[in-house]
């Protein structure tokens, strides 16, 4: 279960990244954050934060219309 | 931090369209963990003001899309830069798109070092009262201080 979620439904570069960004910083190490977003360049864009910033994206999946993300926080 | 990577972006313009470049870099960057720098020069300055008023125009932009084929002289009537600006900001907001107001919130908060360039401030005399808070100004050789231990620059 993720101990936070984030709509970023709706949002555009850079905002579903800013948004993920903000809310991990007020969660602690090993938290799981998932977010809901729509705008199709998020998939990779998540794929690069995580791999820039450390923390792990656990999960990625869509449903043709939403995206879904978990990233645990390092 | 040690090991920060670091950007220095040069941002010199000040249309609505491309004041998103340099702001869209700063925040991710920043959410990425850069140290990052924005030295705004010339139209760039219109970005820093306190009362931003940025424009586009379709005029001189053959490549703007149009929602109906527009020819030049029409493009040049009175009121169409405005008409366009509306629009664009229109389009911008039902697409989820950020406005330049609250990214460059954004990136302040993010600590985005901004840098205006001094001399283009006395060229177009800008007060520094005109600026939002919180600006350092200087020239060219401060901005090579902070390039040279930049692992990215950028010039927009």
């Known amino acids: ?74 | 931090m040690a090991n920060q990577k670091s950007l220095a972006i040069i941002a010199t313009k000040g249309t609505l369209d491309f004041a998103y470049p340099p702001l869209i870099l700063a925040t991710t960057a920043a959410a990425l963990d850069y140290d990052v720098t924005i030295f705004w020069t010339f139209y760039g300055l219109q970005v820093l003001k306190k009362e931003r008023d940025l424009k586009i125009s379709p005029l001189g932009n053959p490549a703007m899309p149009m929602p109906v084929p527009m020819p030049v002289f029409v493009q040049m009537l009175p009121g169409m830069e405005s008409m366009a600006t509306i629009m664009m900001k229109q389009k911008m907001a039902s697409k989820g798109v950020a406005s330049i107001d609250s990214l460059m919130e954004m990136a302040l908060e993010s600590d985005v070092k901004m840098i205006a360039c001094q001399m283009t401030v006395d060229l177009f005399d800008f007060k520094h009262e005109e600026l939002i808070d919180g600006l350092e100004y200087a020239g060219a050789a401060r901005f090579f201080e902070v390039a040279q231990r930049a692992d990215i620059t950028l010039f927009i």
């Open chain 1, 1 to 74: 279960m993720a101990d936070q979620t984030l709509d970023a439904k709706g949002l555009n570069c850079p905002l579903p990244i800013l948004r993920a960004k903000k809310a991990l910083k007020e969660m602690a190490p090993g938290q799981v954050l998932a977010i809901e977003a729509t705008d199709p360049g998020s998939a990779k864009d998540f794929e690069s934060f995580c791999s820039q910033t450390g923390n792990e994206l656990v999960k990625a999946s869509e449903d043709g219309k939403i995206f879904y993300y978990e990233i645990r926080k390092a």
